[in-house]
C-alpha cells in the first residue's frame, strides 16, 4: 500500500511534467477523440440540466461558464468574464464580459444571456442541477451589455467557487432539443444517440481560437474492463474513472493517467428519515475499515476520511473523528439490547432482525467497496441487502430517499476545504433526507461570514455534530483518475474531474 502510495506520487509528477512539455510539442489539428463514457444512456444535450461530472464533461466542451478554478495556480481564471470586481462589503460581484464571443447558432454573448440563463437555472417553479449554487443570489441585474451584477442576499465569501459550474446557453433555444452553447465543440444532432454515443464537431468561430480536433465521440460502454481492451487497442482515446488497481499495468503500456481529487470523498450516507436511531449510525460509523476499503476496493488510491474537515487545513477539527473500532461498535449495540439471539449473525432490533436496504451502482469498484462494507456491517451483527442499478437509476434513487445506507462519492468545489456539498439542503445532491435545521443554520453561517477565524469555529462545529448525531460513517478522501492513451495530448482536469479546455486537447 504505501509504494504504491508512491507511485501514485510518481504518477502526478509525471503528469506534471507532460504537462510542462506539452505545450513545447507541435500541436497537430484535426483527427478525433473517443472518450468511454460508463452509463446506459450518453450525457444531457443540455448543459445546464447535466447532473454529474461525466456528463458535465460535455458541457464544458459545449459551452463555458463565466470563470474556473484553475488547479495548478489554485486561483481563479477569466473565461467568459474578463474580470470581475466584488464590493467592499462582499455583496456585489460585477463580471465584465468578453467581447465577441458567439454562442453556435451566430448570436453574440450578451449580459442579458447570462442573466437569464442563471435564471433559468435557478427557476423556482423549475430549478435545475445548478441551482443551489445561486441559491446565495439575490438580483441578477444587466449593467449594460457586457456588464452583469449578481447581488447577493447575504456575504458568502466563497460564492467564485460556485461559478465554474454554472454554464451559459443562448436564451433564445431555451428549451430545444440542441441548446446553443459557446464553447469549443457543438452537437451534431444526427449523431446524438442516447443509448449509443453523441458526437461533437469543432466550432471554429470559438472565442479561444480554432479547435485542434475535428471531433469528440462520447460512447457509451457500460463495462469497465471492455473500456480498457478498446484503450489498449486504440478504439477509445480516454476513459473516465479507472480504478486504480490498473494504474500500473496501464502505465507499461504508455498511457497517461491524470489523477485529480481535493475535496473529493466517499463515505456511507445514511437515510436519517429512516435510520432514526443514533445508536444503530455510530455502530454503522464505527464498523466502517477505512483503510481496508481504500486497499481492497480502490487500488490504494486515496486516504482515510475521519471527519468532514479536509486534513491539514484552517478548519480541519481535530478534536472530533471516527476512525474503524468495531469493538466500540458492538459495545453500542450491546448497550442498545440488539442482541443475536439466533445465533445467525444478524442482532434483532424490536424483535426483527436488522436488514438494511443497502443499494449500488453498478460499477466495478462502487460495487465491491459495496460488498466489504456489507461485510463488516456483518461482522458487528447489522444485516443488510444490496440491489444494484445503472449509474442514473442509482444517483437518483439515493437523492430520492430510496435507501437506508448507500456507498456514495461526491467531488465538491477546492474551497473551502471541507465536504458539506451533499449536507446543504439547497443543493440538488442532498441526499440525507432527515431535516437537520442546526446544521443547516450552521453551514448558512459559515458562508455569511468574512472572518476565517470565525468561519472555521462554525465549520468546526459542524464537523461535531456529524460526528456526534453519527449522520453518515466517513470513509475515504479518494483520488481518481482518468486515463489517457498514448497520443493524446492537453487535456487538463480540475479537481472535481471536469477536463476542460478542450481546443486545445490534440492527438499526434
Given at each position: 500500500m504505501?509504494?504504491?502510495?508512491?507511485?501514485?506520487?510518481?504518477?502526478?509528477?509525471?503528469?506534471?511534467?507532460?504537462?510542462?512539455?506539452?505545450?513545447a510539442?507541435?500541436?497537430?489539428?484535426?483527427?478525433s477523440l473517443?472518450?468511454?463514457?460508463?452509463?446506459n444512456?450518453v450525457?444531457?444535450?443540455d448543459?445546464?440540466?447535466?447532473?454529474?461530472?461525466g456528463?458535465?464533461?460535455?458541457?464544458?466542451?459545449?459551452?463555458?461558464?463565466?470563470?474556473?478554478?484553475?488547479?495548478?495556480?489554485e486561483?481563479?481564471?477569466?473565461?467568459?468574464?474578463?474580470?470581475?470586481?466584488?464590493?467592499?462589503?462582499?455583496?456585489?460581484?460585477?463580471f465584465?464580459?468578453?467581447?465577441?464571443?458567439?454562442?453556435h447558432?451566430g448570436?453574440?454573448?450578451?449580459?442579458?444571456?447570462v442573466?437569464?440563463?442563471?435564471?433559468?437555472?435557478r427557476?423556482?417553479a423549475?430549478?435545475?442541477a445548478?441551482?443551489?449554487?445561486?441559491?446565495?443570489?439575490?438580483?441578477?441585474?444587466?449593467?449594460?451589455?457586457?456588464?452583469?451584477?449578481?447581488?447577493?442576499?447575504?456575504?458568502?465569501?466563497?460564492?467564485?467557487?460556485?461559478m465554474?459550474?454554472?454554464?451559459?446557453?443562448?436564451?433564445?433555444?431555451?428549451?430545444?432539443e440542441?441548446?446553443?452553447?459557446?464553447?469549443?465543440?457543438?452537437?451534431?444532432?444526427?449523431?446524438?444517440?442516447?443509448?449509443?454515443s453523441?458526437?461533437?464537431?469543432?466550432?471554429?468561430?470559438?472565442?479561444?481560437?480554432?479547435?485542434?480536433?475535428?471531433?469528440?465521440?462520447?460512447?457509451?460502454?457500460?463495462?469497465?474492463?471492455t473500456?480498457?481492451?478498446?484503450?489498449?487497442?486504440?478504439?477509445?482515446?480516454?476513459?473516465?474513472?479507472?480504478s486504480?488497481?490498473?494504474?500500473?499495468?496501464?502505465?507499461?503500456l504508455?498511457?497517461?493517467?491524470?489523477?485529480?481529487?481535493?475535496?473529493?470523498?466517499?463515505?456511507?450516507?445514511?437515510?436519517?428519515?429512516?435510520?432514526?436511531?443514533?445508536?444503530l449510525?455510530?455502530?454503522?460509523m464505527?464498523?466502517?475499515?477505512?483503510?481496508?476499503?481504500?486497499?481492497?476496493?480502490?487500488?490504494?488510491?486515496?486516504?482515510?476520511?475521519?471527519?468532514?474537515?479536509?486534513p491539514?487545513t484552517?478548519?480541519?477539527n481535530?478534536?472530533?473523528?471516527?476512525?474503524?473500532?468495531?469493538?466500540?461498535?458492538?459495545?453500542?449495540?450491546?448497550?442498545?439490547?440488539?442482541?443475536?439471539?439466533?445465533?445467525?449473525?444478524?442482532?434483532?432490533?424490536?424483535?426483527?432482525?436488522?436488514?438494511?436496504y443497502?443499494?449500488?451502482?453498478n460499477?466495478?469498484?462502487?460495487?465491491?467497496?459495496?460488498?466489504?462494507i456489507q461485510?463488516?456491517?456483518r461482522?458487528?451483527g447489522?444485516?443488510?441487502?444490496?440491489?444494484m442499478?445503472?449509474?442514473?437509476?442509482?444517483?437518483?434513487?439515493?437523492?430520492?430517499?430510496d435507501?437506508?445506507?448507500?456507498?456514495?462519492?461526491?467531488?465538491?468545489?477546492?474551497?473551502?476545504?471541507?465536504?458539506?456539498?451533499?449536507?446543504?439542503?439547497?443543493?440538488?445532491?442532498?441526499?440525507?433526507?432527515?431535516?437537520?435545521?442546526?446544521?443547516?443554520?450552521?453551514?448558512?453561517?459559515?458562508?455569511?461570514?468574512?472572518?476565517?477565524d470565525?468561519?472555521?469555529?462554525?465549520?468546526?462545529?459542524?464537523?461535531?455534530?456529524?460526528i456526534?448525531?453519527a449522520?453518515?460513517?466517513?470513509?475515504m478522501?479518494?483520488?481518481?483518475?482518468?486515463?489517457?492513451?498514448?497520443?493524446?495530448?492537453?487535456?487538463?482536469?480540475?479537481?472535481t474531474?471536469?477536463a476542460?479546455d478542450?481546443?486545445?486537447?490534440?492527438?499526434?
Open positions: 504505501r509504494s504504491f502510495r508512491w507511485f501514485g506520487l510518481v504518477v502526478v509528477g509525471l503528469v506534471l511534467v507532460l504537462g510542462c512539455i506539452v505545450p510539442m507541435a500541436q497537430v489539428r484535426g483527427g473517443v472518450i468511454a463514457y460508463q452509463s444512456t450525457p444531457e444535450a448543459p445546464q440540466v447535466t447532473r454529474n461530472i456528463a458535465q464533461w460535455a458541457a464544458e466542451m459545449i459551452t463555458d461558464p463565466l470563470l474556473r478554478y484553475d488547479v495548478a495556480t486561483t481563479f481564471v477569466p473565461v467568459l468574464a474578463t474580470s470581475w470586481d466584488v464590493s467592499d462589503d462582499g455583496l456585489h460581484y460585477t465584465h464580459l468578453r467581447e465577441g464571443v458567439l454562442f447558432n448570436v453574440a454573448l450578451t449580459a442579458d444571456a442573466a437569464k440563463s442563471f435564471e433559468r437555472i427557476d423556482a423549475n430549478p435545475l445548478g441551482a443551489g449554487l445561486l441559491s446565495p443570489v439575490g438580483d441578477i441585474v444587466v449593467v449594460d451589455p457586457l456588464t452583469v451584477r449578481l447581488d447577493l442576499k447575504n456575504v458568502f465569501p466563497d460564492f467564485l467557487s460556485n465554474d459550474r454554472l454554464w451559459i446557453v443562448e436564451p433564445g433555444t431555451f428549451g430545444s440542441f441548446p446553443a452553447g459557446c464553447g469549443p465543440f457543438r452537437i451534431v444532432p444526427a449523431e446524438y444517440k442516447i443509448d449509443q453523441m458526437v461533437l464537431e469543432k466550432f471554429a468561430k470559438y472565442w479561444a481560437g480554432e479547435p485542434n480536433l475535428d471531433k469528440i465521440q462520447i460512447r457509451i460502454i457500460p463495462d469497465m474492463a473500456a480498457l481492451i478498446e484503450l489498449e487497442q486504440g478504439t477509445v482515446d480516454v476513459i473516465q474513472y479507472a486504480g488497481k490498473d494504474l500500473p499495468r496501464l502505465q507499461s504508455g498511457m497517461q493517467p491524470i489523477i485529480f481529487g481535493r475535496v473529493n470523498w466517499a463515505n456511507v450516507v445514511i437515510n436519517l428519515s429512516h435510520v432514526t436511531d443514533v445508536r449510525r455510530k455502530a454503522i464505527y464498523a466502517v475499515d477505512q483503510q481496508a476499503l481504500i486497499d481492497g476496493a480502490y487500488g490504494g488510491l486515496g486516504d482515510p476520511m475521519y471527519r468532514m474537515g479536509y491539514g484552517w478548519l480541519e481535530t478534536s472530533v473523528g471516527a476512525a474503524y473500532d468495531p469493538e466500540e461498535a458492538r459495545r453500542i449495540l450491546d448497550e442498545a439490547g440488539w442482541k443475536d439471539t439466533n445465533k445467525d449473525g444478524i442482532r434483532e432490533q424490536d424483535g426483527k432482525e436488522i436488514d438494511l443497502f443499494p449500488t451502482r460499477q466495478a469498484e462502487w460495487v465491491a467497496a459495496t460488498q466489504m461485510q463488516m456491517l461482522e458487528v447489522i444485516g443488510t441487502h444490496i440491489t442499478a445503472e449509474r442514473m437509476p442509482f444517483y437518483d434513487q439515493v437523492r430520492t430517499g435507501y437506508e445506507i448507500a456507498w456514495w462519492l461526491s467531488n465538491d468545489a477546492a474551497e473551502p476545504p471541507i465536504a458539506l456539498y451533499t449536507w446543504d439542503a439547497r443543493e440538488y445532491w442532498c441526499v440525507h433526507q432527515g431535516k437537520t435545521p442546526v446544521l443547516q443554520l450552521l453551514i448558512e453561517q459559515a458562508e455569511s461570514e468574512l472572518d476565517r470565525t468561519r472555521a469555529a462554525y465549520y468546526k462545529e459542524i464537523q461535531r455534530i456529524l456526534e448525531e449522520y453518515a460513517a466517513p470513509g478522501w479518494n483520488k481518481q483518475v482518468h486515463v489517457m492513451g498514448p497520443k493524446v495530448h492537453g487535456v487538463v482536469v480540475a479537481s474531474g471536469i476542460y478542450a481546443h486545445l486537447w490534440w492527438k499526434g
